[in-house]
Protein backbone atom coordinates (compact mmCIF):
# COMPACT_ATOMS: atom_id res chain seq x y z
CA UNK A 1 0.00 0.00 0.00
CA UNK A 2 1.15 3.38 -0.72
CA UNK A 3 1.62 5.58 2.16
CA UNK A 4 3.51 9.34 1.70
CA UNK A 5 2.36 13.07 2.00
CA UNK A 6 -0.10 14.35 0.26
CA UNK A 7 1.39 15.65 -2.96
CA UNK A 8 2.22 19.19 -3.62
CA UNK A 9 1.13 20.40 -7.07
CA UNK A 10 4.28 20.55 -8.76
CA UNK A 11 4.69 17.10 -7.99
CA UNK A 12 1.63 15.58 -8.97
CA UNK A 13 3.38 15.58 -13.06
CA UNK A 14 6.61 13.96 -11.72
CA UNK A 15 5.40 11.34 -8.82
CA UNK A 16 5.88 7.74 -10.16
CA UNK A 17 6.21 5.56 -7.31
CA UNK A 18 2.13 4.22 -6.44
CA UNK A 19 1.42 6.19 -9.61
CA UNK A 20 -0.23 3.50 -12.37
CA UNK A 21 1.87 5.25 -14.55
CA UNK A 22 4.31 2.37 -15.44
CA UNK A 23 1.98 -0.14 -16.02
CA UNK A 24 -0.24 1.79 -18.42
CA UNK A 25 2.62 3.74 -20.39
CA UNK A 26 3.08 1.45 -23.36
CA UNK A 27 -0.48 1.53 -24.13
CA UNK A 28 -1.15 5.33 -23.95
CA UNK A 29 2.54 5.58 -25.91
CA UNK A 30 0.74 3.47 -28.55
CA UNK A 31 -2.06 5.79 -28.75
CA UNK A 32 -0.22 8.95 -28.68
CA UNK A 33 2.02 7.07 -31.91
CA UNK A 34 -1.42 6.23 -33.28
CA UNK A 35 -2.67 10.02 -33.21
CA UNK A 36 0.77 11.32 -34.26
CA UNK A 37 0.66 9.45 -37.64
CA UNK A 38 -3.24 10.08 -37.88
CA UNK A 39 -2.24 13.78 -37.86
CA UNK A 40 0.82 13.61 -40.27
CA UNK A 41 -1.51 11.54 -42.86
CA UNK A 42 -4.27 13.76 -42.49
CA UNK A 43 -2.00 17.13 -43.32
CA UNK A 44 -0.45 14.75 -46.00
CA UNK A 45 -4.54 14.24 -47.37
CA UNK A 46 -3.75 9.99 -47.03
CA UNK A 47 -6.39 10.17 -43.56
CA UNK A 48 -9.70 11.80 -43.49
CA UNK A 49 -11.01 12.75 -40.39
CA UNK A 50 -14.63 10.70 -39.65
CA UNK A 51 -16.74 13.67 -39.79
CA UNK A 52 -19.44 12.80 -37.44
CA UNK A 53 -18.77 15.67 -35.16
CA UNK A 54 -17.69 14.70 -31.72
CA UNK A 55 -20.92 13.52 -30.32
CA UNK A 56 -20.82 10.45 -30.92
CA UNK A 57 -17.40 10.08 -29.11
CA UNK A 58 -18.76 11.90 -26.07
CA UNK A 59 -21.92 9.78 -25.93
CA UNK A 60 -19.37 6.44 -25.45
CA UNK A 61 -16.82 8.00 -23.51
CA UNK A 62 -20.14 9.09 -20.93
CA UNK A 63 -21.23 5.58 -21.48
CA UNK A 64 -17.39 4.09 -21.06
CA UNK A 65 -17.00 6.13 -17.97
CA UNK A 66 -20.45 5.11 -16.42
CA UNK A 67 -18.96 1.45 -16.83
CA UNK A 68 -15.51 1.54 -15.78
CA UNK A 69 -16.86 3.91 -12.59
CA UNK A 70 -19.22 1.19 -11.95
CA UNK A 71 -16.20 -2.16 -11.97
CA UNK A 72 -13.86 0.80 -10.20
CA UNK A 73 -16.65 0.63 -7.23
CA UNK A 74 -16.64 -2.88 -7.19
CA UNK A 75 -13.47 -3.22 -7.11
CA UNK A 76 -12.52 -0.79 -4.23
CA UNK A 77 -15.23 -3.04 -2.21
CA UNK A 78 -13.09 -6.21 -2.57
CA UNK A 79 -10.40 -3.72 -1.36
CA UNK A 80 -12.49 -2.20 1.14
CA UNK A 81 -13.89 -5.21 2.48
CA UNK A 82 -10.40 -7.26 2.54
CA UNK A 83 -9.11 -4.71 4.73
CA UNK A 84 -12.22 -4.26 7.34
CA UNK A 85 -11.72 -8.36 7.83
CA UNK A 86 -8.20 -7.56 8.63
CA UNK A 87 -9.00 -5.15 10.89
CA UNK A 88 -11.41 -7.82 12.46
CA UNK A 89 -8.78 -10.38 12.65
CA UNK A 90 -6.29 -7.94 14.65
CA UNK A 91 -9.21 -7.50 17.06
CA UNK A 92 -10.18 -10.70 17.43
CA UNK A 93 -6.49 -11.69 18.13
CA UNK A 94 -6.03 -9.56 20.72
CA UNK A 95 -9.13 -9.84 22.70
CA UNK A 96 -8.16 -13.72 22.86
CA UNK A 97 -5.06 -13.21 23.91
CA UNK A 98 -6.11 -10.83 26.80
CA UNK A 99 -8.57 -13.90 27.64
CA UNK A 100 -6.39 -16.63 27.33
CA UNK A 101 -4.14 -15.27 29.62
CA UNK A 102 -6.53 -14.57 32.10
CA UNK A 103 -8.35 -17.63 32.48
CA UNK A 104 -6.47 -20.55 31.12
CA UNK A 105 -2.72 -21.65 32.63
CA UNK A 106 0.37 -19.55 32.00
CA UNK A 107 1.77 -22.16 29.52
CA UNK A 108 -1.24 -23.50 28.00
CA UNK A 109 -2.46 -19.63 27.34
CA UNK A 110 1.12 -18.84 25.80
CA UNK A 111 1.23 -21.57 23.47
CA UNK A 112 -2.75 -20.71 22.12
CA UNK A 113 -1.36 -16.85 21.48
CA UNK A 114 1.44 -17.59 19.97
CA UNK A 115 -0.36 -20.26 17.63
CA UNK A 116 -2.64 -17.37 16.87
CA UNK A 117 0.63 -15.29 15.77
CA UNK A 118 0.85 -18.46 13.24
CA UNK A 119 -2.57 -18.40 12.11
CA UNK A 120 -1.84 -15.15 11.39
CA UNK A 121 1.03 -15.29 9.63
CA UNK A 122 -0.17 -18.77 7.77
CA UNK A 123 -3.59 -16.50 6.94
CA UNK A 124 -1.72 -14.06 5.06
CA UNK A 125 0.65 -16.58 3.50
CA UNK A 126 -2.23 -18.36 1.88
CA UNK A 127 -3.81 -15.32 0.30
CA UNK A 128 -0.57 -14.02 -0.92
CA UNK A 129 0.02 -17.87 -3.05
CA UNK A 130 3.32 -18.26 -0.60
CA UNK A 131 4.24 -21.51 1.18
CA UNK A 132 2.14 -20.93 4.52
CA UNK A 133 3.95 -23.35 6.60
CA UNK A 134 7.39 -21.27 6.38
CA UNK A 135 5.88 -18.30 7.37
CA UNK A 136 4.31 -19.86 10.89
CA UNK A 137 6.49 -22.71 11.49
CA UNK A 138 8.43 -20.82 14.06
CA UNK A 139 5.53 -20.02 16.18
CA UNK A 140 3.55 -23.65 16.10
CA UNK A 141 4.05 -26.87 18.15
CA UNK A 142 4.73 -29.99 15.58
CA UNK A 143 0.77 -31.00 16.30
CA UNK A 144 -0.28 -27.97 14.66
CA UNK A 145 1.60 -28.77 11.57
CA UNK A 146 0.03 -32.21 10.74
CA UNK A 147 -2.61 -30.78 8.28
CA UNK A 148 -0.47 -28.61 6.21
CA UNK A 149 -3.64 -28.67 3.04
CA UNK A 150 -5.57 -25.63 5.01
CA UNK A 151 -2.85 -24.62 7.55
CA UNK A 152 -4.50 -21.64 9.23
CA UNK A 153 -8.07 -23.95 9.90
CA UNK A 154 -5.55 -26.88 11.25
CA UNK A 155 -4.42 -23.97 13.73
CA UNK A 156 -7.54 -22.88 15.16
CA UNK A 157 -8.43 -26.59 15.58
CA UNK A 158 -5.16 -27.34 17.09
CA UNK A 159 -6.11 -23.81 19.21
CA UNK A 160 -9.74 -25.77 19.41
CA UNK A 161 -8.33 -29.02 21.13
CA UNK A 162 -6.10 -27.32 23.69
CA UNK A 163 -9.07 -24.85 24.92
CA UNK A 164 -11.41 -28.63 24.74
CA UNK A 165 -8.57 -30.00 27.22
CA UNK A 166 -8.70 -27.81 29.34
CA UNK A 167 -12.41 -27.88 29.49
CA UNK A 168 -12.27 -31.30 30.26
CA UNK A 169 -9.95 -31.05 33.11
CA UNK A 170 -12.17 -28.42 34.88
CA UNK A 171 -9.84 -25.74 34.84
CA UNK A 172 -12.43 -23.27 33.14
CA UNK A 173 -16.15 -24.01 32.92
CA UNK A 174 -18.65 -23.65 29.90
CA UNK A 175 -19.14 -20.17 30.11
CA UNK A 176 -15.55 -19.67 29.36
CA UNK A 177 -15.72 -21.94 27.17
CA UNK A 178 -17.46 -20.84 24.68
CA UNK A 179 -16.51 -17.14 25.07
CA UNK A 180 -12.94 -18.44 23.66
CA UNK A 181 -14.92 -20.46 21.02
CA UNK A 182 -16.30 -17.00 20.32
CA UNK A 183 -13.29 -15.75 18.99
CA UNK A 184 -12.47 -18.75 17.31
CA UNK A 185 -15.46 -18.69 15.04
CA UNK A 186 -14.87 -14.78 14.14
CA UNK A 187 -11.18 -15.67 13.16
CA UNK A 188 -12.92 -19.10 10.98
CA UNK A 189 -14.99 -16.27 9.37
CA UNK A 190 -12.50 -13.98 8.92
CA UNK A 191 -10.48 -16.34 6.70
CA UNK A 192 -13.67 -17.77 4.84
CA UNK A 193 -14.34 -13.39 3.94
CA UNK A 194 -10.90 -13.80 2.88
CA UNK A 195 -10.87 -16.52 0.57
CA UNK A 196 -14.33 -15.48 -0.88
CA UNK A 197 -12.72 -12.42 -1.89
CA UNK A 198 -9.02 -13.88 -3.28
CA UNK A 199 -10.92 -16.92 -5.21
CA UNK A 200 -14.02 -15.17 -6.68
CA UNK A 201 -12.91 -12.72 -9.09
CA UNK A 202 -15.11 -10.18 -10.73
CA UNK A 203 -17.19 -12.14 -13.81
CA UNK A 204 -14.69 -12.08 -16.89
CA UNK A 205 -16.41 -11.01 -19.03
CA UNK A 206 -17.66 -7.92 -17.52
CA UNK A 207 -13.59 -6.95 -17.33
CA UNK A 208 -13.10 -7.93 -20.97
CA UNK A 209 -16.13 -5.71 -22.44
CA UNK A 210 -14.60 -2.98 -20.73
CA UNK A 211 -10.85 -3.85 -21.77
CA UNK A 212 -11.89 -3.69 -25.86
CA UNK A 213 -14.48 -0.89 -25.54
CA UNK A 214 -11.43 0.82 -23.86
CA UNK A 215 -9.09 0.08 -26.77
CA UNK A 216 -11.69 0.87 -29.32
CA UNK A 217 -12.67 3.60 -27.94
CA UNK A 218 -9.26 5.24 -27.74
CA UNK A 219 -7.94 3.99 -31.46
CA UNK A 220 -10.92 5.56 -33.12
CA UNK A 221 -10.67 8.53 -31.03
CA UNK A 222 -7.95 10.32 -33.34
CA UNK A 223 -10.20 9.99 -36.77
CA UNK A 224 -12.69 11.47 -34.93
CA UNK A 225 -11.13 14.53 -33.66
CA UNK A 226 -7.72 15.27 -36.52
CA UNK A 227 -10.33 17.07 -38.36
CA UNK A 228 -11.33 19.61 -35.33
CA UNK A 229 -8.01 19.53 -33.26
CA UNK A 230 -5.37 18.94 -35.93
CA UNK A 231 -2.14 19.34 -34.20
CA UNK A 232 -3.22 19.07 -30.70
CA UNK A 233 -4.55 15.41 -31.08
CA UNK A 234 -2.37 13.54 -29.12
CA UNK A 235 -2.02 15.62 -26.38
CA UNK A 236 -5.74 15.24 -26.23
CA UNK A 237 -5.92 11.86 -26.84
CA UNK A 238 -2.94 10.96 -24.82
CA UNK A 239 -4.75 12.42 -21.80
CA UNK A 240 -7.88 10.88 -22.26
CA UNK A 241 -6.27 7.34 -22.53
CA UNK A 242 -4.18 7.79 -19.91
CA UNK A 243 -7.92 8.43 -17.74
CA UNK A 244 -9.36 5.19 -19.56
CA UNK A 245 -6.47 3.09 -19.18
CA UNK A 246 -5.48 4.04 -16.04
CA UNK A 247 -8.83 3.96 -14.48
CA UNK A 248 -9.25 0.33 -16.24
CA UNK A 249 -5.52 -0.97 -14.89
CA UNK A 250 -6.35 0.46 -11.02
CA UNK A 251 -9.26 -1.75 -11.56
CA UNK A 252 -7.75 -4.64 -11.82
CA UNK A 253 -5.19 -4.16 -9.19
CA UNK A 254 -7.83 -3.18 -6.62
CA UNK A 255 -9.31 -6.51 -7.81
CA UNK A 256 -7.05 -9.03 -6.06
CA UNK A 257 -6.43 -6.66 -3.01
CA UNK A 258 -3.85 -9.37 -1.18
CA UNK A 259 -1.63 -9.27 -3.67
CA UNK A 260 2.33 -7.44 -3.32
CA UNK A 261 1.26 -4.71 -5.87
CA UNK A 262 1.61 -1.00 -4.69
CA UNK A 263 -1.52 -0.29 -3.94
CA UNK A 264 -2.62 -3.72 -2.34
CA UNK A 265 -3.07 -4.03 1.44
CA UNK A 266 -0.09 -3.92 3.87
CA UNK A 267 -0.59 -7.79 5.53
CA UNK A 268 3.07 -8.12 6.43
CA UNK A 269 2.79 -4.93 8.26
CA UNK A 270 -0.67 -6.00 9.95
CA UNK A 271 0.66 -9.39 10.37
CA UNK A 272 3.92 -7.43 12.53
CA UNK A 273 1.22 -5.70 14.41
CA UNK A 274 -0.83 -8.81 15.49
CA UNK A 275 2.93 -10.24 16.57
CA UNK A 276 3.95 -7.24 18.65
CA UNK A 277 0.77 -7.02 20.55
CA UNK A 278 0.59 -10.54 21.19
CA UNK A 279 4.00 -10.77 22.55
CA UNK A 280 3.62 -7.63 24.38
CA UNK A 281 0.70 -9.33 25.81
CA UNK A 282 3.16 -12.39 26.74
CA UNK A 283 5.77 -10.24 28.48
CA UNK A 284 8.13 -10.28 26.22
CA UNK A 285 10.67 -7.48 26.36
CA UNK A 286 12.72 -8.05 22.80
CA UNK A 287 9.71 -7.18 20.24
CA UNK A 288 10.20 -7.10 16.42
CA UNK A 289 10.01 -3.56 15.03
CA UNK A 290 6.85 -2.12 13.24
CA UNK A 291 7.06 -2.91 9.49
CA UNK A 292 7.70 0.98 7.81
CA UNK A 293 7.27 1.84 3.87
CA UNK A 294 10.29 1.47 1.59
CA UNK A 295 9.69 4.10 -0.91
CA UNK A 296 6.68 4.90 0.38
CA UNK A 297 5.70 1.42 0.23
CA UNK A 298 4.09 -1.07 2.72
CA UNK A 299 3.72 -4.29 2.19
Avoid at 43 to 55: F, Q
Wanted: glycine fraction near 6%.
Amino acid sequence: MIVRPRPQPWQLLTIVRGSIIPKIAPRVLAITTLSCLVVVFHHAGLVSGIHTGTAPFSILAMALSVFLGFRNNACYERWWEGRKQWGELILQSRAFARECLAVLPADTAATNVRATIGYAHALAARLRGQQDCDAAVVWLEPVELARRDNLPDAILHAINQNIAESRHQGVIGDVIYQGLMLHLHALTAVQAACERIRNTPLPFAYSLLLHRTAWLFCLLLPFGLVSSLGLMTPVVVSIIAYTFFGLDELGDELEEPFGLAANDLPLSAMVRLIEIDLLSALGEQDLPPSLLPVDFVLL
